[in-house]
């Protein structure tokens, strides 16, 4: 089973060496959200070898999200989300628990369930909030991604606060584009990866990436005051 196990992750363990491959079997991370980010992030990091996965999401898939949702096919709509994740991940690495959770992050909070990391990858700013208080509130760290148009932001979130930096309403993202979905969602899991790796993070940064008319690529970094 180890040559197996070090076969499939054989350009991780070059990268880094077998006792931290073997480590990422240890962790668990809850992702918030199965749509666009939450198909990248379930692909990215099953595929890196971590250990348990959590998915959160009630709703299902619909024929409208899956040209950005890239773990969700034609045929698939009318299922949950998080069903589709969970088999769609543990088909492409055996080496991975995968829970679905049906439900709201608020009911999801009930359950008292402990994490290494918690993983924003929702589409509202009040579930964002949610998550912002509850991560505060438990010593919590957690990653935050949003998309739309040809932008998007990525914040790992240790002594900062969500909502001292973002007024939170119910407004809905304008179109978006499908590439910037799984930039956003690749730019989180590497963010997550060297963290469950215990490799340096830069902790509390916001980037902001964006194209200007031109199609010139932009980053802009913004350090987040302590809450």
Request: aromatic share 12%.
């Amino acid at each position: 089973m180890q040559n197996e196990f070090n076969e499939y992750f054989n350009r991780q363990i070059k990268l880094w060496g077998e006792e931290v491959q073997n480590s990422l079997q240890n962790k668990k991370i809850a992702i918030i959200g199965s749509g666009g980010l939450g198909c990248t992030l379930g692909i990215a990091l099953g595929a890196s070898g971590i250990g348990e996965f959590t998915f959160v999401d009630f709703d299902t898939v619909g024929v409208h999200n899956i040209h950005r949702q890239i773990g969700f096919k034609v045929g698939d709509d009318g299922k949950y989300k998080a069903d589709v994740l969970k088999e769609l991940i543990e088909s492409r690495c055996p080496y991975v628990k995968v829970n679905a959770y049906k439900e709201t992050f608020d009911e999801f909070t009930k359950r008292d369930l402990t994490f290494d990391l918690i993983i924003d990858a929702t589409d509202n700013l009040p579930t964002r909030a949610a998550i912002n208080k509850y991560c505060i509130e438990h010593n919590q760290p957690w990653i935050y991604g949003s998309v739309e148009e040809f932008h998007g932001q990525v914040c790992f979130f240790e002594k900062a606060s969500y909502e001292a930096v973002f007024q939170i309403n119910d407004r809905k993202p304008n179109g978006i584009a499908c590439p910037i979905v799984m930039h956003i969602g690749s730019l989180q899991a590497n963010l997550a990866l060297r963290y469950l790796a215990g490799l340096e993070v830069k902790k509390d940064v916001l980037y902001y990436l964006s194209f200007d008319n031109e199609g010139i690529l932009d980053t802009k970094k913004f350090n987040l005051p302590s809450a």
